[in-house]
């Protein structure tokens, strides 16, 4: 062996593993159109085709989409828009009711035929799932119940070759985040990643970092947005989270999941632009933080 086929030989290694070392993927989410529509009293499900063009606009190429959009009266439509403006939706955001064993099975059916379904139209590769909150601490047993059925969905997601990830707002973080610290603790990490919903850790009063490193290797997902002085801003920048931490410990750990920008507007939200220019500059700015292209 000569020397150049020796050093060809040696990179090879490296070069299969840089192939495999996956970049995160930057996506976007829609409730915060949702919002806009809402102020102008309109239904969002009626601006579909404006919403993916808002997304193509700002130079999204993937979204996750709530399953509001993906309702069977309005599916042809979505996939007729995503399609026209050439965005992927990899990933589904849908809830219900998980902590009594009927409502658990009513769910995990409609989930399951929801991703079937969606299967069919496009590259859907995970299903975002939100257990209802009850107005209350859901107790021991309901608690057990519901990581029985996440356990349970994931395992039938993962027979369609699909992830599911489990999102959180404000009442899992009560009681030092005793909710989602419990279906972490009674879950198949095979059947369960996590989506974390930075912001909502911070309005649950509780760190964000160590919530971060302890969903560590099961993370799928998070949602980005921040706060100036506890207000969510106008569009994804600097504020009361320091995101280029959160950034570097998803470096470290070679997180090579989603990245979604959900935009959301508080009462005192100034807007001051156009919500597809604030969704560029949000793109910009996670782009710059987290070392991705969209």
């Avoid at 069977?72 to 939706?89: F, G, R, S, Y």
């Amino acid at each position: 062996m000569n020397r150049r086929t020796f050093l060809a030989s040696a990179a090879t290694p490296l070069l299969l593993q840089a192939k495999k070392q996956k970049s995160p993927t930057l996506q976007a989410g829609p409730y915060v159109w949702t919002q806009h529509f809402g102020r102008l009293g309109q239904k969002p499900q009626e601006h579909i085709p404006d919403i993916c063009a808002g997304f193509a606009g700002a130079g999204y190429k993937d979204v996750e989409l709530m399953s509001m959009f993906l309702t069977p009266e309005l599916e042809d439509i979505t996939v007729k828009a995503l399609k026209d403006n050439k965005l992927q939706c990899s990933v589904v955001y849908n809830g219900g009711p998980l902590h009594t064993p009927d409502a658990a099975r009513a769910t995990i059916d409609s989930t399951v035929a929801l991703a079937q379904r969606l299967q069919r139209r496009f590259a859907l590769k995970a299903i975002t799932i939100n257990p209802n909150p009850i107005g209350r601490a859901k107790t021991d047993d309901e608690l057990k119940v519901q990581a029985g059925a996440l356990n349970q969905l994931g395992q039938k997601l993962n027979a369609l070759g699909l992830g599911q990830y489990l999102h959180q707002h404000a009442p899992e973080m009560a009681d030092n985040a005793r909710e989602w610290r419990a279906m972490l603790a009674q879950t198949d990490p095979k059947n369960l990643g996590v989506c974390l919903d930075v912001h909502w850790i911070l309005r649950g009063k509780q760190d964000v970092m160590t919530l971060t490193k302890e969903a560590g290797p099961r993370l799928g997902s998070l949602h980005l947005r921040n706060s100036v002085n506890g207000v969510w801003s106008e569009d994804f920048g600097d504020g009361d989270i320091d995101y280029r931490q959160v950034a570097a410990y998803l470096k470290s750990i070679k997180y090579s999941g989603y990245l979604s920008v959900e935009l959301a507007y508080d009462k005192e939200t100034k807007i001051t632009r156009s919500l597809e220019e604030s969704l560029k500059l949000s793109r910009l700015y996670t782009e710059k933080v987290f070392g991705v292209k969209a």
